[in-house]
T-cell receptor
Framework: DGGITQSPKYLFRKEGQNVTLSCEQN?????MYWYRQDPGQGLRLIYY???????QKGDIAEGYSVSREKKESFPLTVTSAQKNPTAFYLC??????????FGPGTRLTVL | QQPVQSPQAVILREGEDAVINCSSSKALYSVHWYRQKHGEAPVFLMI?????EQMRHEKISASFNEKKQQSSLYLTASQLSYSGTYFCGTALAGGTSYGKLTFGQGTILTVHP
């Protein structure tokens, strides 16, 4: 079955640690996205990539980094520079500007 | 700039209708609508394109008023399964970053038996 997966589902991190969230898709989509969702709020774009080896900052990129070495994979690193990283992180993919398919999400908690 | 959704929340009885609005201060190329159940990923409902026709997904339809830069989602004869948070995502006209969406803050829809 084609789809988009994220791991882990829950992640706990100590302050000052970097952590990497995984996102993999087998839909053969060129575009991939990372969003952050806080309670009661909408989705805010962190980074997006339209093609392998290229990515752009979204609206809230500070404290985050990404890579796009393979079409299928778009990992997100939450660095210690991110002041308030506790949130629900969603990865998505799409063909061009069509519908975005979302992964199940990773809930990150900083202890 | 984030689009504004209204209302923030709506409560319905099964079978009632509802309208959710999404307004932008900038010229739009497209509007996407998604529904998210609590703790789950958003699920795509439909896309409205500039110059396009009104779309429909089962008993849910939507329109896009290009002059007002506003989209409306119409939920007809609501079912319990319609409960969730509805988000609009907007793509700006004339942009080079296609696929980049800015989402509204969401509208919480609750349908009671």
């Amino acid at each position: 079955d084609g789809g988009i997966t994220q791991s882990p589902k829950y992640l706990f991190r100590k302050e000052g640690q970097n952590v990497t969230l995984s996102c993999e898709q087998n839909l053969n989509h060129d575009a991939m996205y990372w969003y952050r969702q806080d309670p009661g709020q909408g989705l805010r774009l962190i980074y997006y990539s339209q093609i392998v080896n290229d990515f752009q900052k979204g609206d809230i990129a500070e404290g985050y980094s990404v890579s796009r070495e393979k079409k299928e994979s778009f990992p997100l690193t939450v660095t210690s520079a991110q002041k308030n990283p506790t949130a629900f992180y969603l990865c998505a993919s799409s063909i061009d500007d069509n519908e975005q398919f979302f992964g199940p999400g990773t809930r990150l908690t900083v202890l | 700039q984030q689009p504004v959704q209204s209302p923030q929340a709506v409560i319905l009885r099964e079978g009632e209708d509802a309208v959710i609005n999404c307004s932008s201060s900038k010229a739009l190329y497209s509007v996407h609508w998604y529904r998210q159940k609590h703790g789950e990923a958003p699920v795509f409902l439909m896309i409205l394109l500039k110059g396009g026709e009104q779309m429909r997904h089962e008993k849910i339809s939507a329109s896009f008023n290009e002059k007002k830069q506003q989209s409306s989602l119409y939920l007809t004869a609501s079912q319990l399964s319609y409960s969730g948070t509805y988000f609009c995502g907007t793509a700006l006209a004339g942009g080079t970053s296609y696929g980049k969406l800015t989402f509204g803050q969401g509208t919480i829809l609750t349908v009671h038996p």
